[in-house]
C-alpha cells in the first residue's frame, strides 16, 4: 500500500499490490512527485459527497520520502544519503566469526561423543561374556547356566578391572570407601504358572531384591550363595556400578581434560518370559572439572584467548541485536504513520498484509539468531572454564544459530536482479508448497502405518530404538528386498547387504 502511494497520482484508485511494486519503488527517482495533477477522488457517504482534506504538498513529499528510503536496500541508502551500511557488514562479520566459534565447539564435542560412545562399547567388552559387535541387535542367552554364568563373569571382572581394562578406569570413592557393585533382582510378587495344564495365577505387583558387592575384602561384603533366581517370577536383573576415568585426548586439542563419572546398568531383561534374556549396558555420563590437574607447558593462555573470542562474538551479536531491533521498531512505528496518513487522506484502512510490508522479517530472523547465539556462547564459556558442561544444550543452540544466519544470507542476494526474481517466485510458490507437502505427508503417514502393522512385525529391525517398527526402517524394507535380489543373482554373499544395512 505504502509503495504503491509513492506511484499513484491523486485522481486514482490506490490498489494493494505491495509485492509487485517491490522493484519499481527500489527504482524511483529522488526528483519523482509524490501527487499528479488530476481532480481529487470524491465519495459519497449516504447522499452527501466526502472530500478529503487537501494535504500539504511538502508534508506529503516529505512523507513519501521516508516511505521510499524505509524501503531501499543498504546498497541504495548509501547512493542516496551516503550511509554507510553499517548492518550489512556487522551481518557478515558475525557470520564468519559465528562459523569459526561454531567449528571450534563442534571439535570439542564429537571428542566428548567419541569418548562417551567408545567406553560405552569398552564396558560392553568388559561385563558381558562373549559380547560380539553385531548388527542384530542386544546380547542375549539362552539358559539359566548362562545367566549365572553372566553374573559371576561381571562380577569377576569388575573387581579385577585394574589389571584387565587397557583405559584409565577406577572405582568411585565417597566418603574413604569405594563404592560396591549393586546386583537388583525384580520379580512379580507371586507367580504360578503350568502351561502343561494351561493354568497360571500371577500377582502383577512387583517386588525388588538387592545385594552389594565390594571391589576389595570388607566386612559388608556379601555372596550370592543364598541370592538364586526364580526364573518363572523374574522380570529383570539389574547390575548397578560406578566407574571414573579422564579424558586425556583434549590435551592435544590444548584444551584442559574433563573427568567423568559414568554411572553404569546392566540390564538382563526378561519380562516377555519367551526363553531369550537381552542383555545391554546403559550408563549415565557426568561431566565436571578435575579437583588437581598439571599440563607441561601450559599457561592457560589459549583457554583466555577462547573465552576472549566468544565475548568478541557476544558484543558482535549484541550490537546486531540493538541494530535490528530499532530498525524493527522504527518500521512498526511508520506503520501506525502511514495508518493515519491513508485514513484521513483515502478514508481507507490498511489490511493486515500492507502492514506487515512494513516488519522486515529477516530482521526478526536475525534477532532470534542474535539470542541463540549469546545463549550458546554464554554456554561455552561456562563449559572452557569447567563450571558446567551441558554439551548438548550447547550445541543446539549455537547450530541452529548458525543455520539461521545463514539462511538471512538469502536477504543480501536478494539486493541482485536475477536472484530478487528468484526469491519473489519462492515466495509466491511457498503457501502451494506446503500444501503440496500436507498432501504427502498424509499419503506417507498412511503408507507408514500400514507398513507399521503389515510388515514391522517380520523386519529384521522391528526393535531398534526400543520400538517395535520405526518410520526409517520401512523403506529400507523394499531397499534390503532390492538389494537381496541383486545378490542372488549375482551369487553374492547377503551378509555384505546386511551390514550396511
Not at 567408545?118 to 559387535?133: A, I, M, P, S, V
Not at 538387592?210 to 517370577?233: A, E, H, M, Q, W
Not at 550458546?376 to 544466519?405: E, F, H, P, R, W
Not at 499419503?443 to 526393535?463: E, N, R
Amino acid at each position: 500500500m505504502a509503495r504503491t502511494l509513492m506511484h499513484r497520482a491523486g485522481g486514482r484508485r490506490i490498489t494493494t499490490a505491495i509485492s509487485s511494486e517491490r522493484s519499481a519503488v527500489y527504482s524511483m527517482e529522488e526528483s519523482e512527485p509524490l501527487l499528479a495533477a488530476g481532480p481529487q477522488p470524491r465519495r459519497l457517504i449516504g447522499r452527501a459527497p466526502w472530500r478529503p482534506p487537501c494535504p500539504d504538498s511538502k508534508a506529503v513529499e516529505d512523507f513519501r520520502r521516508r516511505l521510499k528510503y524505509y524501503f531501499m536496500n543498504p546498497c541504495q541508502k548509501y547512493r542516496a544519503r551516503g550511509r554507510k551500511p553499517w548492518k550489512l557488514m556487522l551481518q557478515i562479520l558475525k557470520i564468519a566469526i559465528i562459523t569459526v566459534q561454531l567449528v571450534s565447539f563442534g571439535l570439542s564435542n564429537e571428542m566428548m561423543v567419541t569418548f562417551k560412545e567408545e567406553n560405552l562399547l569398552t564396558f560392553r567388552h568388559l561385563f558381558l561374556k562373549g559380547y560380539r559387535d553385531s548388527w542384530q541387535g542386544a546380547h542375549a542367552i539362552y539358559s539359566r547356566a548362562d545367566v549365572y554364568d553372566h553374573i559371576y563373569y561381571l562380577i569377576s571382572r569388575y573387581r579385577n578391572l585394574q589389571n584387565v581394562t587397557v583405559g584409565n578406569l577406577a572405582y568411585e570413592r565417597v566418603g574413604g570407601t569405594f563404592t560396591p557393585l549393586t546386583i537388583c533382582k525384580v520379580l512379580y510378587r507371586k507367580s504360578s504358572v503350568d502351561p502343561g495344564n494351561d493354568t497360571f495365577d500371577i500377582d502383577p505387583h512387583t517386588e525388588k531384591d538387592c545385594i552389594s558387592i565390594y571391589s576389595v575384602p570388607s566386612g559388608n561384603n556379601k555372596t550370592l550363595t543364598n541370592f538364586s533366581f526364580d526364573f518363572k517370577r523374574l522380570l529383570s536383573v539389574n547390575v548397578y556400578l560406578t566407574l571414573k576415568t579422564i579424558n586425556l585426548q583434549t590435551v592435544r586439542h590444548h584444551e584442559l581434560p574433563d573427568c567423568y563419572d559414568f554411572h553404569i546398568t546392566i540390564i538382563f531383561d526378561n519380562r516377555a518370559h519367551s526363553g531369550k534374556i537381552n542383555v545391554d549396558v546403559k550408563n549415565k555420563v557426568r561431566i565436571y572439572e578435575c579437583r588437581d590437574w598439571n599440563v607441561e607447558g601450559n599457561s592457560g593462555k589459549i583457554d583466555y584467548l577462547l573465552v576472549l573470542f566468544d565475548s568478541v562474538v557476544i558484543l558482535a551479536c549484541l550490537a546486531s541485536l540493538i541494530l535490528c531491533s530499532r530498525s524493527v521498531i522504527k518500521g512498526i512505528q511508520l506503520q501506525f504513520e502511514f495508518g493515519t496518513f491513508y485514513h484521513t487522506f483515502y478514508n481507507k484502512a490498511l489490511s493486515v498484509s500492507d502492514r506487515l510490508e512494513f516488519v522486515n522479517g529477516w530482521y526478526i530472523l536475525i534477532i532470534v539468531s542474535d539470542v541463540l547465539t549469546m545463549a550458546g556462547s554464554v554456554m561455552k564459556i561456562g563449559i572452557q572454564t569447567k563450571c558446567q558442561s551441558n554439551y548438548d544444550v550447547c550445541s543446539i543452540l549455537l547450530g541452529t544459530a548458525t543455520m539461521l544466519s545463514w539462511v538471512g544470507v538469502i536477504r543480501y542476494l536478494g539486493f541482485f536482479k536475477k536472484y530478487n526474481i528468484l526469491i519473489l517466485t519462492l515466495r509466491a510458490a511457498f503457501p502451494n508448497v506446503i500444501r503440496f507437502c500436507c498432501c504427502v505427508a498424509m499419503i506417507y503417514l498412511g503408507y507408514c502405518f500400514c507398513g507399521w502393522i503389515v510388515l514391522g512385525p517380520y523386519h529384521d529391525k522391528k526393535h531398534a530404538q526400543g520400538q517395535r517398527m520405526s518410520f526409517w526402517a520401512l523403506p529400507k524394507l523394499r531397499e534390503f528386498s532390492e538389494k537381496r535380489k541383486k545378490f542372488r543373482r549375482q551369487n553374492c554373499d547377503l551378509s555384505i547387504v546386511k551390514k550396511h544395512l
